[in-house]
C-alpha cells in the first residue's frame, strides 16, 4: 500500500475513532420516543462495528456466510433474527404465544453462531453451516442489542415476556456464556505453562498461538449485547416484588462475574462494555455494581475498551468514593491488576493523572499498605506497588488527601530503568528468567557469565533440575550493579563495566541528564 493510501486510511480510522469516542459518552433523551432512543443508545455500537469492517476491508475478503437466499432458508439466522425482531419490536402488543418463542429463538441465534464460528476456527464447514445465511456476521450483534435495548426502556413490554416465558430468565441468568471450547482450551494451556516452574518460551508462544486462533470465535462477543442488556435491565427496573429483587441480585453477581474474570473479558469485549454503560452514567446502580466486586471491571474498560477516553474516563472521574467501600481482597486485587494493565498501556504518566492518584488514595485511606503488597508481585515490568508498598513500609505516612500522593508518584517515574529491571528479575519465575536472558543481568554483550549462563540453557532437560545453575542465574540478574553516572544500564561485574565503558560513554551523559535516580 502506497504511503498517501496509507495515510488516507490512518485518517479514515482516526475519524471513526473519534466518533466511537463521542458515541461512547452519549445518553439517550428519556423524554423522546423509545424507538428514536434505542437508535441513539446504539450509535456507539455502529460505529465500533464500522471500524471493525473498515479494517476488514484493508485485510482484503474474509471468510464467508453462507449464501442468502430468497426466501431466507427455514430456521436460518436471517429468519430467526427476523422473527425475534417482528415479535418484540412489534408496535401492537405481542401475543403470549409469540412470546413463548423467545427463549428458542435466542438459543437457536446462539447455536447458528456456534456452527459459524466452528467453521471459522477450523476452516471446515458442515452441514449445519447452511444456516449462517447472514449477509455481515456483524449484523447479529447490532440487531440483538437493538432488541435488548428495546427491552429494557420498555419495561412493561419485558415485564409481560418474562410472565408469558419465564425461560427467558433461565437463558440470561444461568445458561452457560458460550464462550467456545477454543477458549477454553487455551486457557487451560496457558494456566499450566504458568504453572510449571520449567515452561520454556516455546511453551508460553504455543499458548499465545492459541489465545490469538481463539480470539477469531466471537460467537460469545455477538451475543454479549443481548445478555448484558437484559442483566442491566433486571438491575435499572425498580424492585417492586421479592422475586424482582432476587432476580436483580442474581443479575448484579453475573453481570460482576462476566466483566470481571479475565476468560469472560476477554471473550465479550466492547459489545459487554456497551450494554453496561446505564450502570455506568446511573450513580446508585454503579455504586451498588462497585460494591458487589465490580471495580476491576470499570478500571479494565478505562485501560483498554472503545470508549475507554469517553464514557469509561467520564465514570472514574464522577466515581463515588464510597464506591470504594466494603471491597474485597479479591476485588481489590482485581483492580490492582486492571491498573497494570492501564499503566503498561499509557506510559508511567498515567499514575500521576488525578483519577489514578485519587484511586491510590482512595484504596490506601480504607485499606491501608495490604492491597500494595499483595499487588507488588503481579507485573514484573511495571513495579508500582512493589515501590509504594517499599516505600510506605520504612516510612508509613497519613495521606490527608489525593493530592498528599502526587510528590511520592512523582519518584516513581524517576526510578531508573536498571531498578525495574533488577527488581523485576527477582518477580520472575525461573523458566522467565531462563527464557529473559537477554534482557537483564548485564548490559555488556560479550559478557562471560552471560555467554555461560546461555550454555547451561541449552542443556537444561525437561524434569531433571540443577539447582547450583539455578541460583547461579538468580544470583546473577538479582546482584548487578548500575552505573552510578548515569544509572541506566547494569553489569554482573566490574570486569563486563570496564569492559563495556568505551560503548556505554557514548550514551552515558545523555542518559544521565534525564535525571532518573529515584531507588526504592
Given at each position: 500500500?502506497?504511503?498517501?493510501?496509507?495515510?488516507?486510511?490512518?485518517?479514515?480510522?482516526?475519524?471513526?475513532?473519534?466518533?466511537?469516542e463521542a458515541a461512547s459518552r452519549q445518553r439517550s433523551n428519556p423524554k423522546a420516543p423509545i424507538r428514536e432512543q434505542v437508535t441513539a443508545r446504539l450509535a456507539l455500537a455502529y460505529s465500533g462495528t464500522a471500524m471493525q469492517a473498515f479494517t476488514k476491508a484493508l485485510q482484503g475478503p474474509g471468510f464467508q456466510s453462507a449464501p442468502l437466499l430468497t426466501p431466507p432458508i427455514a430456521n436460518g439466522m436471517t429468519e430467526t433474527i427476523q422473527k425475534l425482531r417482528d415479535i418484540l419490536m412489534k408496535h401492537q402488543a405481542p401475543s403470549e404465544a409469540e412470546y413463548k418463542q423467545v427463549p428458542n429463538l435466542l438459543r437457536r441465534i446462539r447455536y447458528i453462531l456456534r456452527v459459524y464460528y466452528d467453521a471459522v476456527i477450523t476452516k471446515?464447514?458442515?452441514?449445519?453451516?447452511?444456516?449462517?445465511?447472514?449477509?455481515?456476521?456483524?449484523?447479529?450483534?447490532?440487531?440483538?442489542?437493538?432488541?435488548?435495548?428495546?427491552?429494557?426502556?420498555?419495561?412493561?413490554r419485558l415485564g409481560a415476556l418474562l410472565k408469558s416465558a419465564p425461560d427467558l430468565e433461565t437463558f440470561v441468568l444461568d445458561d452457560p456464556i458460550d464462550i467456545g471450547k477454543w477458549r477454553l482450551n487455551a486457557e487451560a494451556v496457558k494456566q499450566a505453562v504458568k504453572a510449571d516452574i520449567e515452561a520454556s518460551d516455546d511453551d508460553r508462544e504455543r499458548y499465545m498461538n492459541l489465545e490469538d486462533s481463539a480470539g477469531n470465535d466471537c460467537a460469545a462477543f455477538q451475543m454479549a449485547f443481548f445478555i448484558?442488556?437484559?442483566?442491566?435491565?433486571?438491575?435499572?427496573n425498580p424492585s417492586q416484588h421479592e422475586v424482582d429483587k432476587l432476580r436483580a441480585n442474581?443479575?448484579?453477581?453475573?453481570l460482576v462475574e462476566i466483566s470481571t474474570l479475565p476468560?469472560?473479558?476477554?471473550?465479550?469485549?466492547?459489545?459487554?462494555?456497551d450494554s453496561m454503560r446505564p450502570v455506568y452514567w446511573t450513580p446508585k446502580v454503579l455504586v451498588r455494581f462497585a460494591h458487589a466486586g465490580g471495580l476491576p471491571a470499570l478500571i479494565g474498560d478505562w485501560a483498554e475498551a472503545t470508549g475507554k477516553d469517553g464514557i469509561c474516563q467520564q465514570t472514574m472521574n464522577r466515581l463515588p468514593n464510597k464506591a470504594w467501600d466494603n471491597q474485597t481482597e479479591a476485588s481489590l486485587l482485581g483492580v490492582m491488576r486492571e491498573l497494570i494493565n492501564k499503566a503498561e498501556r499509557d506510559g508511567d504518566d498515567i499514575v500521576t493523572t488525578p483519577i489514578f492518584v485519587n484511586i491510590m488514595h482512595?484504596?490506601?485511606?480504607?485499606?491501608?499498605?495490604?492491597?500494595?503488597?499483595?499487588?507488588s508481585t503481579l507485573s514484573d515490568s511495571m513495579i508500582l506497588f512493589y515501590f509504594i508498598?517499599?516505600?510506605?513500609?520504612?516510612?508509613?505516612?497519613?495521606?490527608?488527601?489525593a493530592q498528599d500522593w502526587i510528590p511520592l508518584l512523582q519518584k516513581y517515574r524517576n526510578v531508573p530503568r536498571t531498578t525495574r529491571k533488577r527488581h523485576g528479575w527477582i518477580?520472575?519465575?525461573?523458566?522467565?528468567?531462563?527464557?529473559?536472558?537477554?534482557?537483564?543481568?548485564?548490559?555488556?554483550?560479550?559478557?562471560?557469565?552471560?555467554?555461560?549462563?546461555?550454555?547451561?540453557?541449552?542443556?537444561?532437560?525437561?524434569?531433571?533440575?540443577?539447582?547450583?545453575?539455578?541460583?547461579?542465574?538468580?544470583?546473577?540478574?538479582?546482584?548487578?550493579?548500575?552505573?552510578?553516572?548515569?544509572?541506566?544500564?547494569?553489569?554482573?561485574?566490574?570486569?563486563?563495566?570496564?569492559?563495556?565503558?568505551?560503548?556505554?560513554?557514548r550514551t552515558c551523559k545523555a542518559e544521565a541528564a534525564q535525571n532518573k535516580h529515584e531507588e526504592i
Open positions: 500500500m502506497d504511503e498517501l493510501l496509507k495515510n488516507i486510511d490512518m485518517g479514515a480510522l482516526r475519524k471513526m475513532n473519534d466518533a466511537s471446515k464447514k458442515t452441514q449445519e453451516f447452511k444456516f449462517c445465511d447472514i449477509q455481515d456476521i456483524s449484523d447479529v450483534g447490532l440487531k440483538l442489542h437493538e432488541v435488548g435495548v428495546f427491552l429494557q426502556l420498555s419495561t412493561a448484558g442488556d437484559i442483566l442491566v435491565a433486571f438491575l435499572l442474581r443479575a448484579m453477581q453475573r476468560l469472560y473479558r476477554f471473550a465479550l469485549g466492547d459489545p459487554l462494555t482512595q484504596i490506601y485511606s480504607r485499606y491501608g499498605l495490604d492491597p500494595f503488597e499483595r499487588a508498598h517499599s516505600r510506605l513500609s520504612k516510612k508509613p505516612q497519613k495521606f490527608q488527601s518477580i520472575l519465575s525461573l523458566s522467565g528468567r531462563w527464557d529473559c536472558l537477554d534482557m537483564y543481568g548485564c548490559a555488556y554483550p560479550q559478557c562471560p557469565e552471560l555467554a555461560a549462563l546461555q550454555e547451561l540453557k541449552q542443556r537444561r532437560v525437561r524434569g531433571k533440575r540443577d539447582p547450583v545453575s539455578e541460583d547461579r542465574l538468580y544470583r546473577w540478574g538479582a546482584a548487578s550493579k548500575v552505573c552510578v553516572r548515569c544509572r541506566h544500564v547494569s553489569y554482573c561485574a566490574q570486569p563486563c563495566q570496564r569492559a563495556d565503558w568505551p560503548n556505554h560513554k
